[in-house]
């Protein structure tokens, strides 16, 4: 999963990456090689160059092959000038990867496939434009997040679901059940003495932004962001089941359509809550690695930070999907069946 604070370290830190000297080189060929190093022949753009590759600090060592693109970091020492093997060059592969992505939104979606990426679009330029410059300044995230989703949603859903009454009805359910998730998430984070200071990034971020950043408001603000993807489904689809029912049977009353509806709510509350749990799950494995791994009792590791504010995390997320549902029915049902409303 994409976090927020992936996001604010790509923000708050390009600016000084941008002062070291990033040069993209090509592998010509592997002059030497052997058990955790080689001897690597690379072209620059202005000239050839023969540097080594060996473990040092590396977790792991990475072998390199002749043809691989590569960044190199260039750096000033007394004795001249150095290059450093940084990372492989992945644009083509990820550039490739968005096509096809693009292509099969488009290809089976038509002109929903397209609404739906320029609401994807929008996203990004709300929470780029808008959410981490905010949050980089050292301004609430809990408050900059709820702003920023008040923005998302409709946008997005009108551009995904069209101007009707089943998406008017599913942004306000997904606003109401967003409010029961940003409390719920201040809540639980504050009585569980969240610090949001669980991992390296956090500390790192904390330290660049020379503690402008409020890494517990930024915990709460990840929860929230994290489920407003999944309550567009859950909204959109109950607030869908409940005008399809009064169209097909028009005597259907208040009571009835939440009945029925809540019926086949029930089914995605379990598919949508399990969907969310190996969501994070997916995201989380080599933590849950180390969870199985610990000779300590449960009681004891699940008081590990790191631990609790994933239970926190995936809990609050759980509950504010699992309420979305009802909320949704209700409002449609409401205004399925008020004549100011639903035109029969």
């Given amino acids: 999963m994409v976090t927020v604070s992936i996001f604010l370290l790509y923000t708050v830190f390009c600016k000084k990456m941008a002062k070291t000297q990033n040069v993209v080189g090509k592998i010509t ?13 690379i072209k620059l753009p202005e000239k050839t160059i023969i540097i080594k590759n060996d473990k040092r600090q590396k977790t792991a060592f990475r072998p390199y092959q002749a043809n691989d693109k590569i960044i190199l970091k260039q750096a000033q020492t007394p004795q001249g000038v150095r290059y450093f ?3 492989y060059v992945r ?4 550039l490739l990867l968005l096509a096809i992505f693009i292509a099969v939104v488009v290809l089976i979606g038509k002109k929903r496939g397209v609404a739906s990426l320029l609401g994807m679009l929008a996203s990004f330029v709300v929470i780029f434009g808008f959410i981490l410059p905010n949050l980089v300044t050292g301004k609430d995230p809990v408050s900059i ?24 009805v599913s942004i306000i359910a997904t606003v109401l059940a967003l409010i029961v998730t940003g409390a719920l998430a201040i ?3 504050n009585l569980a ?3 949001g200071f669980t991992t390296d990034e956090a500390a790192f971020l904390h330290l660049g ?11 709460m603000a990840g929860i929230i962001i994290g489920v407003l993807g999944v309550l567009d489904d859950v909204t959109v689809s109950q607030s869908a089941i409940v005008f399809q029912l009064k169209k097909t049977s028009p005597d259907l009353g208040f009571s009835q359509l939440i009945k029925k509806t809540m019926s086949i709510g029930h089914d995605n509350i379990s598919s949508m809550v399990n969907t969310l749990v190996l969501v994070y799950t997916g995201a989380s494995l080599p933590l849950l690695l180390l969870f199985v791994n610990n000779p300590q009792p449960f009681s004891q590791v699940v008081n590990y930070e790191l631990i609790a504010e994933e239970i926190v995390r995936t809990l609050v997320a759980s509950i504010g999907l699992v309420i979305s549902v009802p909320i949704a029915t209700v409002l449609a049902a409401y205004v399925a069946t008020n004549k100011y409303f639903f035109e029969k």
Avoid: C, W
């Avoid at 644009?91 to 990820?94: A, G, Q, V």
């Avoid at 997040?145 to 008017?168: D, E, M, Q, W």
């Avoid at 932004?209 to 915990?219: E, F, P, R, T, W």
């Fill in 29 to 41: 060929r592997v002059i030497k090689e052997s058990k955790n190093y080689q001897e690597l022949e």
């Fill in 85 to 87: 093997i940084s990372d």
């Fill in 91 to 94: 644009t083509n592969s990820l």
């Fill in 145 to 168: 997040a709820v702003s920023g989703a008040l923005v998302i949603v409709p946008i997005t859903f009108f551009l995904s679901h069209g101007f009707n009454r089943k998406t008017i």
């Fill in 187 to 189: 809540l639980f984070v």
């Fill in 193 to 195: 003495r969240l610090t």
């Fill in 209 to 219: 932004s020379k503690n402008a950043i409020q890494m517990k408001g930024l915990l």
